[in-house]
């Protein structure tokens, strides 16, 4: 990557759609929907309200017991979660509120004494912060400075000569915590660190982030493209052997491709790098469960066994393989996120709130291996019924279904998923409403699980902004003229370019290096997004 070209690419603020095209051109929502964007409106104000009153400048809302929590450092995660939605939404007295906020924020130490998540705190403050200043008109600078005080705070997670960053910060001492991490936390910092680089003019921001993506597309892997899921930085090699789109690995795949789109394939590598994992997937990941004929992307373990599990973290593929198929004008690789997508639906379609699992398992023609424990017989039975069966039943607001059903509404116009978010919105007003705000729950089918006392930060930024943007004018925020972040935060890209093309990376040799514990059956790294 030469970073001079990226500056100048960047720099574009105003263009014309020639080029690729992810949406459909001329998209419009019909009128009969218009309502639906008001509804999402209006579950994001009473969270936000509830958020206001119990928790405000917290990390979240508990909304059962009514008070705050702080598990992100305790700076206000909600709050800058929120900012870019409000902004969305046309909510400009709560959003200067925040600014204001945000202003007085102090990144020197953690509020709540807590060790600071690299990645939790990169998709939310950094991604939070500049892409609200985007938003509203880069009228507010002192979000890029705010953005820059985390961000300089988080470049201490690179020791000595280490390419790979460590996974969690002390910010009173500037020391990392010494450990392995996994391929998300370093993959999940490219977009926003590139953005930082073009509004400071720090070059150094893009390079670190970059340098070390680079770096580990560079590594033998166990199948072309696919990154294992465990690095340690402090030697720079993979110290797992386990493939997944899930948790853990999820959005170092992700930003592969949403880099490229972001730089305009300045450096061919990401671009290559994510065609090669999606080739390799669709022959080796790619299964269909025997009841239903469901798509899904299936893991492989340490010992090269085909897992048949699934996650609600996971299913941001198909939105994903969208934009990258669209890029790429790849109709392959399109056809089979749709497929990915409805197999993700039907998990919420399936359940007695109409809301998806957090986990869950199919039998494949070629098995049922999962890695847990075997099927059980009530298992069996749903699994007949749905093609798929849960092993953990829980909803803590995740987005990526919906995120999914975006794209796929923005790149074929079929009101069907117009009508899926709509379900989704009834579902959740239905069943999440708590004492204050809107709560998580224990059990997607049934109707008295009860809740998990938490509002997620990332209700505001994704799960809100996702369905209502699914519902608000195409061509306010459209997939041509903005890179979404991980945690739903929008960045100005550049005109796309006529065409991307990508080429296969050969198989390099791969010796596992294995040093951690055996894992469980699914979710391997528990991730809070
Ligand atoms: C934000 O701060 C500015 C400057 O102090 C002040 O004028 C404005 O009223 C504040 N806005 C809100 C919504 O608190
Ligand atoms: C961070 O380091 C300081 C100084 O050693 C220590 O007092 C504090 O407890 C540490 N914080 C955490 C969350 O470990
Ligand atoms: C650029 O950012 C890095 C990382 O925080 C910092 O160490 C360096 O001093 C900055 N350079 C300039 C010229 O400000
Ligand atoms: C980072 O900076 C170094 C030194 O200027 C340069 O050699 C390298 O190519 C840069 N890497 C990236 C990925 O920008
Ligand atoms: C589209 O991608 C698939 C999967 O990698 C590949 O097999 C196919 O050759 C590609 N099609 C074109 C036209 O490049
Ligand atoms: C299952 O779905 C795949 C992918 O759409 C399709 O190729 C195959 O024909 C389907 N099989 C059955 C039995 O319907
Ligand atoms: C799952 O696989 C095991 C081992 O192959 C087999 O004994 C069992 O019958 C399978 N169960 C189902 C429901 O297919």
Request: hydrophobic share 40%.
């Amino acid at each position: 990557m030469r970073l001079p070209c990226i500056l100048t690419l960047l720099s574009a603020t105003s263009y014309s759609l020639a080029g690729v095209t992810v949406q459909k051109p001329g998209l419009t929502v019909p009128p009969a929907y218009a309502s639906h964007k008001a509804a999402a409106e209006k579950i994001f104000t009473t969270s936000y309200a509830a958020y206001k009153k119990f928790a405000f400048g917290h990390d979240e809302l508990l909304p059962v017991s009514e008070g705050p929590n702080d598990d992100l450092g305790g700076w206000g995660a909600s709050l800058v979660d929120a900012m870019g939605t409000m902004v969305v939404m046309g909510l400009t007295d709560l959003f200067e509120e925040a600014v204001n906020y945000t202003a007085t924020v102090d990144f020197n130490t953690s509020p709540a004494d807590e060790l600071i998540s690299v990645f939790e705190t990169n998709i939310r403050w950094v991604a939070g912060l500049l892409s609200s200043y985007e938003l509203s008109g880069k009228k507010y600078p002192i979000l890029v400075e705010k953005a820059k005080q985390v961000a300089d705070k988080l470049a201490f997670a690179w020791v000595g000569d280490n390419v790979i960053p460590y996974n969690t910060m002390n910010f009173t001492t500037n020391s990392p915590e010494i450990g392995t991490t996994n391929i998300a936390q370093v993959g999940t910092l490219t977009l926003e660190w590139a953005a930082l680089t073009k509004y400071t003019g720090n070059a150094t921001y893009a390079n670190l982030t970059a340098k070390a993506v680079i770096y580990t597309a560079g590594l033998a892997t166990p199948l072309p493209g696919l990154a294992p899921q465990v690095i340690d930085p402090s030697t720079g090699q993979f110290a797992d052997a386990y493939l997944t789109w899930g948790g853990g690995s999820d959005s170092y795949f992700e930003y592969l491709v949403k880099f490229a789109r972001y730089t305009n394939n300045e450096n061919p590598i990401f671009l290559d790098t994510w065609k090669t994992a999606v080739d390799s997937s669709i022959h080796t990941l790619l299964k269909t469960s025997t009841v239903g004929n469901w798509s899904f992307l299936a893991d492989q373990d340490d010992q090269g066994l085909i897992r048949h599990v699934g996650s609600h973290l996971a299913c941001f593929y198909a939105g994903n393989w969208l934009l990258g198929g669209q890029l790429l004008q790849n109709k392959t690789i399109v056809d089979i996120a749709l497929l990915l997508n409805d197999g993700c639906w039907n998990t919420y379609a399936s359940t007695v709130t109409g809301i998806g699992p957090e986990t869950f398992a199919f039998i494949g023609s070629d098995g049922n291996f999962t890695g847990g424990d075997p099927i059980t017989a009530e298992e069996l039975t749903f699994y007949n019924e749905h093609g798929f069966y849960i092993t953990g039943s829980d909803y803590i607001q995740r987005p990526e279904v919906l995120e999914s059903n975006f794209y796929a509404w923005r790149v074929t116009g079929d009101t069907k998923y117009l009508d899926r978010a709509a379900s989704a919105i009834a579902s959740f007003n239905k069943w999440l409403p708590a004492n204050a705000g809107f709560a998580s729950l224990n059990d997607v089918n049934s109707a008295d699980g009860g809740f998990i006392d938490i509002q997620e930060s990332f209700w505001f930024a994704e799960v809100l902004k996702y369905l209502y943007l699914t519902f608000d004018d195409p061509s306010h925020l459209s997939l041509d003229t903005h890179v979404w972040n991980t945690e739903c935060h929008p960045f100005e890209a550049p005109p796309a370019l006529d065409s991307y093309t990508a080429k296969l990376i050969p198989q390099k040799p791969f010796t596992p290096h294995i040093t951690n514990q055996p894992r469980p059956a699914v979710s391997p790294i528990p991730q809070l997004e």
